[in-house]
């Protein structure tokens, strides 16, 4: 079946261009995550959707950073004036919200961002 | 507060030896453990989880994991390593509830590499 999708796969960007960043959860999942990647480190945790309510942005790194899901599906993660500090993979992922599988959460490929 | 350590960046192991990826972990309470390996170009997958049912868990692909609460380790092994198992592997805590609601962050370690020579 279809999993989590993101777009673009690739973005390069010059400093201080607003980027955009799209999520296709898998249909039916309630929760949706965003993760920030470094190169050579594991993901961390930007914000947390469930439904179309932002219940969590504690991980957002700063105010240029900006979330949205605004139908309960898909999701856009959008940066201002980007930095070269905000260059990595930015990973969505989407789980069910029941009992038994509010663990696992489903991940999309990335969006790999380059700031020059 | 939650961490995960993994002990080594980088494992290499030649094709049919076995295969031990190490991690420790700190919780406050009964954590949730899983292993994800994230092959290039592709999504994280998820190896294995363990949520306070068996102490030695089974995942894919022949790989498995016990969690030993005394140490508070949960290292990831494989009695035989193939080709196709090089990639990157991530030890992954689950404590932190969100919000009110019962979804749990995901907390990662830094990865371990692990490179299968012919």
């Known amino acids: 079946g279809a999993g989590v999708s993101q777009s673009p796969r690739y973005k390069v960007a010059k400093r201080g261009q607003d980027v955009a960043l799209r999520c296709d959860p898998i249909s039916g999942h309630v929760s949706l995550f965003w993760y920030q990647q470094a190169l050579g480190q594991g993901p961390e945790f930007l914000t947390y959707f469930q439904n179309e309510a932002q219940l969590d942005k504690s991980g957002l790194p700063s105010d240029r950073f900006f979330a949205e899901r605004p139908e309960g599906s898909v999701s856009t993660l959008k940066i201002q004036r980007t930095q070269q500090e905000d260059s990595a993979v930015y990973l969505c992922?989407?789980?069910?919200?029941?009992?038994?599988?509010?663990?696992?959460?489903?991940f999309g490929p990335g969006t790999r961002l380059t700031v020059t | 507060a939650q961490s995960v350590t993994q002990l080594d960046s980088h494992v290499s192991v030649s094709e049919g030896t076995p295969v031990l990826l190490r991690c420790n972990y700190s919780?406050?309470?009964?954590?949730?453990l899983f292993w994800y390996v994230q092959h290039p170009n592709k999504g994280l997958q998820l190896l294995l989880k363990y949520t306070s049912a068996a102490t030695l868990v089974k995942g894919i692909n022949g790989f498995e994991a016990e969690f030993k609460k005394s140490e508070t380790s949960f290292h990831l092994t494989k009695p035989s390593a193939h080709m196709s198992d090089a990639a990157e592997y991530f030890c992954v805590v689950s404590e932190r509830r969100i919000s009110s609601g019962s979804a749990r962050q995901l907390t990662f370690g830094s990865g371990t590499q692990l490179t299968v020579l012919p």
């Open positions: 992922a989407s789980s069910l919200l029941d009992r038994i599988s509010t663990y696992e959460q489903y």
């Open positions: 919780s406050s309470y009964s954590p949730s």
